[in-house]
């Protein structure tokens, strides 16, 4: 995980570089003027997006007198915690941009996503002189199709922010592949994979920023997702048992480039 992290680490600072190079070249070339003046003129705008992601799960257990034992060797072991641990990611996707109102636009921006979530358990004997903890991922590959209204404000020479929010449809095309029949429980449980269900609807919120360069606009965005669906695909194992519903929740930073 820290590998990934230092990854990312450094994937950010050279993007971080490039903009700053992209925005001081902008301003040297185009002196005191206004860049694109008709931009939101138009009624259709088209770019790309690249961007970050954190993602999780928002896990309601089941109450504790309801959670499930397993035994583990000689020892019978209770449920004792279940929580849902943020991994990160990244997306590339498209944007289509149509003119409502002044200073209103309808965004589709259909994107891939890869994304990894994690879900941690905590064992422990009756006594609690014993624990134990496992921990489960959920790699994931999801088309995402969001349809949201952006807000923006006046723009001030070559800025302006906004709101947007909306909902949208997620396809994990990673679920199926992890379909199958679950142990019949016993030991062999304590292999199983948490799997979860294919298709989510989510709702979204969010804010960013635009800055108008010479030749394209530059968005920066932070927004984010919630899973409206109960993911879990239950099966017969401690693990899937000790939850009652599981949604999915993600935070993006997106960056686009709109022509």
Do not use: C, W
């Amino acid at each position: 995980m820290k590998h990934v992290i230092n990854s990312l680490k450094r994937i950010a600072l050279i993007l971080i570089a490039f903009l700053n190079s992209i925005l001081a070249f902008a301003q040297e070339s185009d002196g005191y003027g206004v860049n694109l003046r008709n931009y939101y003129s138009r009624k259709l705008n088209f770019g790309f997006t690249i961007a970050g992601n954190q993602t999780d799960f928002r896990i309601n257990p089941v109450p504790n007198s309801m959670f499930p034992d397993t035994v583990i060797g000689e020892s019978r072991f209770r449920m004792k915690t279940v929580y849902s641990k943020p991994s990160v990611g990244f997306a590339i996707g498209l944007v289509a941009d149509a003119r409502l109102f002044e200073y209103v636009r309808l965004r589709l921006t259909p994107n891939i996503s890869f994304g990894t979530r994690k879900v941690e358990y905590t064992l422990a004997t009756s006594d609690r002189d014993s624990l134990k903890i496992f921990e489960k991922t959920v790699e994931s590959v999801f088309l995402i199709f969001p349809l949201e209204l952006k807000i923006q404000s006046k723009r001030q020479s070559n800025f302006s922010a906004y709101v947007i929010g909306g909902g949208g449809y997620i396809l994990d095309l990673s679920a199926r592949k992890k379909a199958g029949s679950g142990s019949a429980g016993g030991s062999n449980q304590l292999d199983d994979a948490v799997k979860v269900l294919r298709d989510d609807f989510f709702y979204s919120a969010g804010a960013g920023t635009d800055f108008y360069l010479q030749y394209f606009k530059l968005g920066f965005e932070l927004k984010l997702l919630i899973g409206t669906k109960n993911l879990l695909k239950k099966e017969n194992s401690v693990f899937t048992n000790s939850i009652d519903k599981m949604r999915s929740r993600m935070v993006v930073f997106s960056i686009t480039f709109e022509g």
